[in-house]
């Protein structure tokens, strides 16, 4: 019995001097395993929500979308898998400066191993290299003109240019001035036309009946009445291309810059007349 005792307590002792090197050895494998699983997902029930909203969206390549929802979920929870996938998100972009920034920062804080890790640290040369080369196609920086007591003064400033429709020959507006300052001119024309033709119906009237009253009477007065249509029509006529001609000068003067500054269009009101003045300063 006293040799049985004794057997006893030597093996508690030996176990109780081997639970710290037990307690150690659980802990360094808990810690490997931590630190292996670098994409472990969150523990936050709310961060963990955002994870999966963003890998939805970055699924139909809607990566502004993911970016948010990834954001959102690191706020949560600051978890490394956030930052692989922003960076993941933003090398889709091309925005190789964010992608760099986060991958860099999921390498300092989950500290993947295996191809994980050789996956990050390539898309990180790989960015770097694409960055390089845009850096190279960049033209170079034209050095500031010094002002130099000693450096020759500036010559005399270039004269403007004029304006395009001057640069192209006349410009729109004159030239449908003169299309219907001509036919305003027609128009005239054809009233002077019908007028001479009132007056030559009324001299034929005349030479028929001479007199108030004669055999011939009924075929004066119809030349008469054919006089005075024609003459109406003429007055018609030469109102009509007045108003043309008067538009059309307006038009030619407004249709310059250079004289529409010194034209003055004003209009004007009176019991004789209505209608507008045009004046040029010369």
């Not at 959102?72 to 956030?82: I, S």
């Amino acid at each position: 019995m006293k040799g049985t005792n004794q057997e006893s307590i030597s093996s508690r002792a030996h176990a109780f001097a081997f639970a710290p090197l037990l307690v150690v050895l659980l802990l360094c494998e808990f810690a490997t395993t931590a630190r292996g699983d670098a994409l472990a997902k969150p523990t936050n029930p709310i961060a963990y929500e955002y994870l999966t909203a963003g890998n939805r969206l970055y699924r139909l390549r809607e990566f502004e979308k993911a970016i948010e929802e990834y954001k959102a979920g690191a706020v949560r929870e600051d978890a490394p898998v956030f930052y692989y996938n922003l960076g993941q998100c933003y090398r889709q972009l091309g925005r190789y400066d964010d992608a760099i920034w986060h991958y860099q920062r999921f390498l300092d804080r989950g500290r993947p191993t295996g191809e994980v890790e050789a996956a990050v640290k390539s898309f990180i040369s790989q960015m770097r290299g694409e960055l390089e080369k845009k850096a190279m196609k960049q033209p170079p920086v034209e050095p500031a003109p010094s002002s130099t007591a000693g450096s020759p003064s500036p010559g005399p400033a270039a004269p403007a240019a004029p304006p395009a429709e001057e640069r192209h020959g006349m410009p729109s507006r004159r030239k449908l001035a003169l299309a219907i300052g001509a036919a305003g001119g027609a128009v005239v024309v054809l009233g002077g036309g019908l007028g001479l033709r009132a007056q030559s119906f009324k001299d034929d009237a005349a030479e028929i009946c001479p007199m108030a009253s004669c055999a011939r009477a009924d075929e004066a007065n119809e030349l008469l009445d054919r006089g005075k249509t024609n003459a109406r029509y003429a007055n018609v006529a030469f109102g009509v291309g007045g108003v043309a001609i008067l538009g059309a000068a307006v038009l030619w003067i407004t249709g310059s810059p250079a004289e529409r500054k010194n034209a003055a269009i004003v209009p004007q009101v009176s019991r004789t007349f209505a209608g507008v003045a045009a004046s040029m300063r010369f």
